[in-house]
Every structure is written in C-alpha cells, then in structure tokens.
C-alpha cells in the first residue's frame, strides 16, 4: 500500500461523513475549551437558547421568533468550526489507517548464532523480537522488524513504504544498511540486526505522528491564539459595558428601547474573530496533512512551522544539484603521451569498477580507439574485441588510498584523486608534471572533477568526469532567493570544482570538502545569528548536524542515526525534497496569515450592518451607519449572524488545501494579503450581508 493513495478528495464520503459526526462529538464542554474564541460562542449559544426558552414562556426581553433564530445560527457557527477541525483531523486519520494497514504480524528467522547466517533458526513472531535479537531475511520474506544489516546484501522492494516500485539494494557497512520492517526482500539474503523495541518501530513512529499532530500547537499558532484571545477579552468586556449603557441612556431620555441581551450576544459573535478562531486548528492539521502528502513524516507541526520561516538551505550536491552520476568525457593526455596510451590505460584501469563513473570511462576509451588499435597495443586490440588480460590482478578503490587500478604484464596502472595519485607517483620516485597539474585545475575550474591515471611512476593524463546540474535548478533558487532564503551547497569535492558548479548552479554560498565538524560549525554561525537553518542527510556523519538543525530532513533510505537525529523523514528519499517541505511550510504560513488578515478585515463591514441595528432603538443617530440600508434591525442582525457562520463554511477549503504558493519575499507577500485578503474580506461582507437582508425580506422572515 503507498502513502501516496492515502490523500483523499476534500469532499470525499469517507471523511464527510465522519466529520459530520465528530463536529457533534466535540460540543463537549472539554472539546471547546481546546479554541477559546469558539468557547466564548459556544457559550453565548447556550445563553441564547436559554433566553430563547424563557421568550416562549413570555419572559424574554426581545421576540421569540428572533432569539431562537440568534440560538440556530450560533450553534452552527460552532458546528462549523467543529466540522473544519474534524473533516482536517479526518484526512490525518485516513493517512494513519493506511500506515496501520502496514503494520502486520509477520514470522521471523531468528538465529541462534548471530555471527553465522548458515546456523539454525527459531520461526518467531515479529512482535517477540527485541532490540539486539538478529534474524535471517532471505528472498521473498518479508523484513521482520526495524534494524540494521550485519551480513549480506539483497535488494529490497520499499514500495510499501515509499511508494516507489523500484527497489532498492541493502548491504551491511556504510549509509545503506538501515531496513525497515513491513519491506520485503527480492533477492539474496541479509542478516538483520534489531534496532528497536516492538512499539517503536518507524511504522508505530509514524503512526503516532500523524495520530497526534492535531494535538500539538506550534508557537505561532499559541501566539495567534493569545492574540485572538486576547481580543475576544476585549470586545467580552466592551458588550458587556454596553448593556449599562443602553439602560442609562433610556432612563434618562425617558423613551427608547433598552438593548437585549439576544441582540448584544450576536454583536459579541460578530465582533470576535470567530473566523479565524473557528479554521485555525484546521489550518494547522491541515499542513501536516499535506506534508504527508508529499510522503515526508514530520514529528509535529512545530517543524512543518519551522519550514516556513526557514532562512538558510544546506543542501547536498550529489543528486539534489547534480545528477551525481558523473561521466566521463575527456581525455587529456600528458606530454608525450598518445590519447590511445591514455585511453588503454584508463580502460584497464576501469575493468573492474562497477560504479557509473567507472562503466562511462570503458565507453569514453572505446569510442576514442575505435579502429585505432594499430597505434595503441595488442591488449588495447584484445580489450576492443572484449577480451580481459590475462594474469591480470584488480587494485579496488579504497576511502584510504582514494584509487584503483590494476596489475598485469609486470605494468602497475592506477586511477585516483589528483593527491592521491601524486602521493603514489611520489612514492615510486616519480613527479607529476606542473601540465598536468595544470590540466586538472582547468578540469575542477569548469566544475569537473580530475582523475588522473599513472602506469609505474609516470603520469599518463588526466580523465575529466562531468557532473551534470539538474535543469530548472537554477530557477528554483531564485525562486528561493526572492523568498529570502539563501541556499547553500554541500560537497566533498575540492574549492575548485564546488566553485564551478556553485556558480552553475546559482547557489548563493558552498562549502567544500565538507567534513560532519563543518557541517555542524557552519549550522551554528548561522543559527548564532538568529537564522534558521534546514538541511537533509542520509549518512551517520550527517547525524551530528541534523540534529543541530531547525528543520532536518532524513532519507528513509538512510541509517537509523540520521533517521533518528532528524525532526522529517522523507519516505521517497529524494534529496531535492527540501524544496518541497520549505514551500509547504511557507503555504501553511501564508494560509494562517490570509485568513487572519481576511477574518480581521470582514469584522469591520459586520460592525457597520450590527451597531446600528443594535442601538438605533437606543440612539436613533446611529441610524446614518446603516450604509447598506438593511431592511430593518431584526434582519440586520439576523443577516450579520448568518454571514458569520456560513463565512466559516466557504473557507474551509481554503483552509485545508491552503493559499495558493507563491515565491514572493515578505514585503511582496505582505501587500498581496493586504490586497487580496484585505480588502477582499472588507467587501465580501458587504455584498454577502446585503444579500442575505434580501433573501430574509422575500422570505418574509423579517
């Protein structure tokens, strides 16, 4: 099952339904206490009902007919907002059914020798199985818990996890020797150790995240509350003021009407920001919604937050900038050597090299000699007609010595790093000529990197790998760039060649032969600035500086360390993936910041339809507000209450799909929702209130 078929449609039956029930569910006193704004109507529809009874049994101080038709539309208002919570946490329920769906009992290999993979087995349930117990995963099984691979190497299909039918390999030593349980082996076997407790597995990780993200608030969303609170508070103690008032003024006039309590009750809903208050919870679940949408697990919302207020961008080179495949595609020769010495050379010294840089220097050689034996060697034609030497012996490239190579016919050829093959030469008594220094700083220059190739102590020439910048890459960081975040690559490769291809790539800053203390360092003279820092990993030397960072992306693909260290983990383990969670963190960001600005804006138009309905009894003067010309004060009233509680309704889709992303830097975002959402939400009152008057005129209900 793939997380993506988890995203249902908005108005899906198997999230209406359920919404529709849990909007009742959550009128519980304990419920609204959750959204102090919604807590403040939800009792004003209590009074209301309250005073409704009291109008039919003939002690209300304003019509029957008015106070309950005031009670209906404030409970809807309530059930409204109760319904965009439900039908967000809705989506986030579907997602964590799906994952549950995952989590299955499965029968594992235990060993009873864990240092032997061919000693007997027990056949025991996966949910028996402890930190440190060690299995055998052989083709076709399926991977029994979380865990490490200490023996072997298989290919795994993640599907199940992922989404991704293509599969993967699995081996132990290095950054890809993490399995995930609930994936299944397709070929050749591994040895599993256990990384976990049953309860702690990535799955059960995953299931509480989504199960408890409508729990957390972020803290500009308790900021926002505060805030929202703290207006409530004010407009509370500003009504209640007014009753006083009202019966002062008529006392003393000795005519008029003192203003009820029904009335200064739909002034008090419609005076709070009940918009905002109602979809803010949405808002927030919501983006967590879409973040695991896009297949990436957050621990909470306070990271998808995060995301949105993100300054710096760390981002590797090596398959997020680049292709990372390098390929060959020149050959330099050194002083008096043919490029058909340095083609044989190059050819043999990559026999052996399985790796995507290895195979495109044989393809390089061959098309260089084609038809060109007669200028090279015998073993240059053997090579040509696809014959291997004989007696030949393999040199495999090591971290340490940073090159390979091979030994046959008493002829010593290495390929390797510039260093290292100078260190070799050295060695043996030779020296790298100042030309072929030279040629492999031109080659690091154009953002290339250098092999160079030697036979004994002579140097043959120098190989240029080409390492090719995604296309739209450039775009993207401008894109960031004009948002105000600035990028910054991450390599291992020499000044030279990061300079080259940062500038390709439009990048704002690089960090060259990157080393995990550079990383953490560079994370932390930025963050001592007062910026916020994302970056993604995959290794256990990356696991020191995702920690460190504000928003840290791991590779599902990677080790339990960086899986463990960072606050994301991206189920598609695609590097470029950082992009993506910035923009959904700045979508929930620039959702939050539109409605708020709408809810703030529309509350002034419902001032100029209630006021004056509401004391034009009281102080006949107010009658000049009537700028809409409302029929009459009971449809006034009535047309304002209803707006506020279908404006919630029409929002919700805002709310749980989000604003429309825009890379606009803060000053350009900033008048945008002032325009849109501004102004939007000044007129939309008007016109929406206006209407409704209308319809309750027709309908000859005021």
């Given at each position: 099952?793939?997380?993506?078929?988890?995203?249902?449609p908005?108005?899906?039956p198997?999230?209406?339904?359920?919404?529709?029930?849990?909007?009742?569910r959550?009128?519980?006193?304990?419920?609204?206490?959750?959204?102090?704004?919604?807590?403040?109507?939800?009792?004003?529809?209590?009074?209301?009902?309250?005073?409704?009874?009291?109008?039919?049994?003939?002690?209300?101080?304003?019509?029957?007919?008015?106070?309950?038709?005031?009670?209906?539309?404030?409970?809807?208002?309530?059930?409204?907002?109760?319904?965009?919570?439900?039908?967000?946490?809705?989506?986030?329920?579907?997602?964590?059914?799906?994952?549950?769906?995952?989590?299955?009992?499965?029968?594992?290999?235990?060993?009873?020798?864990?240092?032997?993979?061919?000693?007997?087995?027990?056949?025991?349930?996966?949910?028996?199985?402890r930190?440190?117990?060690?299995?055998?995963?052989?083709?076709?099984?399926?991977?029994?818990?979380?865990?490490?691979?200490?023996?072997?190497?298989?290919?795994?299909?993640?599907?199940?996890?992922?989404?991704?039918?293509?599969?993967?390999?699995?081996?132990?030593?290095?950054?890809?020797?993490?399995?995930?349980?609930?994936?299944?082996?397709?070929?050749?076997?591994?040895?599993?150790?256990?990384?976990?407790?049953?309860?702690?597995?990535?799955?059960?990780?995953?299931?509480?995240?989504?199960?408890?993200?409508?729990?957390?608030?972020?803290?500009?969303?308790?900021?926002?509350?505060?805030?929202?609170?703290?207006?409530?508070?004010?407009?509370?103690?500003?009504?209640?003021?007014?009753?006083p008032?009202?019966?002062?003024?008529?006392?003393?006039?000795?005519?008029?009407?003192?203003?009820?309590?029904?009335?200064?009750?739909?002034?008090?809903?419609?005076?709070?920001?009940?918009?905002?208050?109602?979809?803010?919870?949405?808002?927030?679940?919501?983006?967590?919604?879409?973040?695991?949408?896009?297949?990436?697990?957050?621990?909470?919302?306070?990271a998808?937050?995060?995301?949105?207020?993100?300054?710096?961008?760390?981002?590797d080179?090596?398959?997020?900038?680049?292709?990372?495949?390098?390929?060959?595609?020149?050959?330099?020769?050194?002083?008096?050597?043919?490029?058909?010495?340095?083609a044989?050379?190059?050819?043999?010294?990559?026999?052996?090299?399985?790796?995507?840089?290895?195979?495109?220097?044989?393809?390089?050689?061959?098309?260089?000699?084609?038809?060109?034996?007669?200028?090279?060697?015998?073993?240059?034609?053997?090579?040509?007609?696809?014959?291997?030497?004989?007696?030949?012996?393999?040199?495999?490239?090591?971290?340490q010595?940073?090159?390979?190579?091979?030994?046959?016919?008493?002829?010593?050829?290495r390929?390797?790093?510039?260093d290292?093959?100078?260190?070799?030469?050295e060695?043996?008594?030779?020296?790298?000529?100042?030309?072929?220094?030279?040629?492999?700083?031109?080659?690091?220059?154009?953002?290339?990197?250098?092999?160079v190739?030697?036979?004994?102590?002579?140097?043959?020439?120098?190989?240029?790998?080409?390492?090719?910048?995604?296309?739209?890459?450039?775009?993207?960081?401008?894109?960031?760039?004009?948002?105000?975040?600035?990028?910054?690559?991450i390599?291992?490769?020499?000044?030279?060649?990061?300079?080259?291809?940062?500038?390709?790539?439009?990048?704002?800053?690089?960090?060259?032969?990157?080393?995990?203390?550079?990383?953490?360092?560079?994370?932390?003279?930025?963050?001592?600035?007062?910026?916020?820092?994302?970056?993604?990993?995959?290794?256990?030397?990356?696991?020191?500086?995702?920690?460190?960072?504000?928003?840290?992306?791991?590779?599902?693909?990677?080790?339990?360390?960086?899986?463990?260290?960072?606050?994301?983990?991206?189920?598609?383990?695609?590097?470029?993936?950082?992009?993506?969670?910035?923009?959904?963190?700045?979508q929930?960001?620039?959702?939050?910041?539109?409605?708020?600005?709408?809810?703030?804006?529309?509350?002034?138009?419902?001032?100029?339809?209630?006021?004056?309905?509401?004391f034009?009894?009281?102080?006949?003067?107010?009658?000049?507000?009537?700028?809409?010309?409302?029929?009459?004060?009971?449809?006034?009233?009535?047309?304002?209450?209803?707006?506020?509680?279908?404006?919630?309704?029409?929002?919700?889709?805002?709310?749980?799909?989000?604003?429309?992303?825009?890379?606009?830097?803060?000053?350009?975002l900033?008048?945008?929702?002032l325009?849109?959402?501004?102004?939007?939400?000044?007129?939309?009152?008007?016109?929406?209130?206006?209407?409704?008057?209308?319809?309750?005129?027709?309908?000859?209900?005021?």
């Amino acid at each position: 099952m793939s997380h993506k078929k988890m995203a249902l449609p908005l108005l899906d039956p198997q999230l209406l339904r359920p919404a529709l029930w849990d909007s009742v569910r959550k009128l519980g006193v304990r419920e609204q206490l959750k959204n102090p704004v919604m807590f403040v109507v939800y009792l004003g529809s209590l009074l209301c009902s309250v005073l409704w009874v009291m109008a039919l049994l003939g002690k209300g101080d304003a019509p029957a007919w008015l106070t309950g038709s005031i009670a209906v539309w404030l409970w809807f208002t309530v059930l409204f907002a109760n319904f965009a919570e439900a039908l967000a946490e809705g989506r986030s329920k579907a997602q964590a059914a799906s994952l549950k769906g995952l989590r299955k009992t499965t029968w594992a290999k235990q060993l009873a020798a864990p240092q032997r993979h061919d000693s007997p087995v027990t056949l025991v349930e996966s949910s028996a199985l402890r930190k440190g117990d060690v299995v055998l995963v052989q083709q076709g099984d399926v991977v029994p818990c979380d865990g490490e691979v200490i023996e072997g190497i298989a290919s795994v299909d993640e599907s199940a996890i992922t989404g991704e039918s293509a599969p993967v390999i699995r081996e132990s030593g290095g950054d890809f020797s993490s399995v995930t349980g609930g994936t299944r082996v397709l070929s050749d076997w591994i040895v599993v150790r256990a990384t976990v407790n049953p309860g702690e597995t990535f799955i059960d990780r995953m299931i509480a995240m989504v199960e408890g993200a409508k729990r957390r608030k972020t803290p500009n969303e308790i900021a926002l509350t505060i805030l929202l609170l703290a207006l409530t508070l004010i407009f509370l103690l500003v009504t209640v003021t007014l009753l006083p008032f009202s019966a002062y003024s008529v006392h003393s006039a000795g005519s008029g009407q003192i203003t009820s309590l029904p009335v200064l009750l739909a002034l008090l809903v419609c005076l709070i920001p009940t918009t905002i208050g109602g979809l803010l919870s949405a808002i927030g679940v919501a983006g967590m919604s879409r973040l695991m949408a896009a297949n990436v697990i957050a621990t909470s919302g306070r990271a998808v937050e995060a995301a949105g207020d993100v300054d710096v961008l760390l981002l590797d080179k090596t398959g997020t900038i680049t292709f990372g495949n390098r390929q060959a595609s020149t050959l330099l020769p050194a002083t008096g050597i043919s490029q058909a010495q340095l083609a044989e050379a190059a050819w043999l010294s990559s026999l052996a090299d399985d790796t995507p840089e290895g195979k495109s220097i044989v393809v390089l050689a061959q098309q260089l000699t084609h038809g060109k034996h007669a200028e090279g060697s015998a073993m240059l034609a053997e090579l040509q007609q696809g014959r291997s030497p004989a007696n030949a012996s393999f040199v495999p490239f090591t971290a340490q010595s940073r090159m390979s190579g091979i030994n046959v016919a008493g002829r010593q050829i290495r390929k390797g790093a510039v260093d290292a093959i100078r260190r070799h030469v050295e060695t043996l008594g030779g020296k790298v000529e100042d030309a072929v220094i030279a040629a492999s700083d031109k080659v690091a220059s154009r953002g290339s990197t250098p092999l160079v190739v030697a036979e004994g102590a002579r140097v043959l020439g120098v190989v240029e790998l080409k390492d090719v910048v995604k296309p739209g890459i450039r775009e993207r960081f401008a894109q960031l760039r004009q948002m105000g975040i600035k990028t910054v690559m991450i390599t291992g490769d020499n000044r030279l060649t990061a300079a080259a291809i940062a500038a390709e790539a439009g990048v704002d800053d690089f960090l060259a032969e990157a080393t995990p203390e550079n990383k953490l360092a560079m994370i932390r003279d930025y963050q001592s600035r007062g910026q916020l820092v994302a970056m993604t990993g995959d290794g256990t030397n990356d696991a020191p500086a995702l920690a460190q960072a504000d928003v840290a992306v791991a590779m599902n693909s990677g080790t339990q360390a960086a899986r463990e260290a960072a606050n994301m983990v991206d189920l598609d383990s695609s590097p470029t993936k950082l992009i993506e969670v910035v923009e959904i963190g700045k979508q929930m960001l620039m959702t939050r910041g539109a409605l708020t600005t709408f809810s703030l804006a529309n509350d002034v138009a419902k001032y100029f339809a209630i006021i004056p309905a509401a004391f034009a009894a009281t102080y006949p003067q107010l009658g000049l507000l009537n700028v809409m010309h409302l029929a009459s004060p009971a449809s006034a009233l009535l047309s304002a209450v209803i707006f506020n509680a279908l404006i919630i309704v029409a929002l919700i889709p805002l709310a749980l799909k989000g604003v429309r992303y825009r890379a606009l830097g803060a000053d350009a975002l900033l008048k945008r929702n002032l325009l849109v959402y501004g102004l939007g939400g000044l007129l939309l009152p008007f016109a929406g209130i206006k209407l409704i008057d209308l319809i309750l005129v027709l309908l000859g209900l005021a």
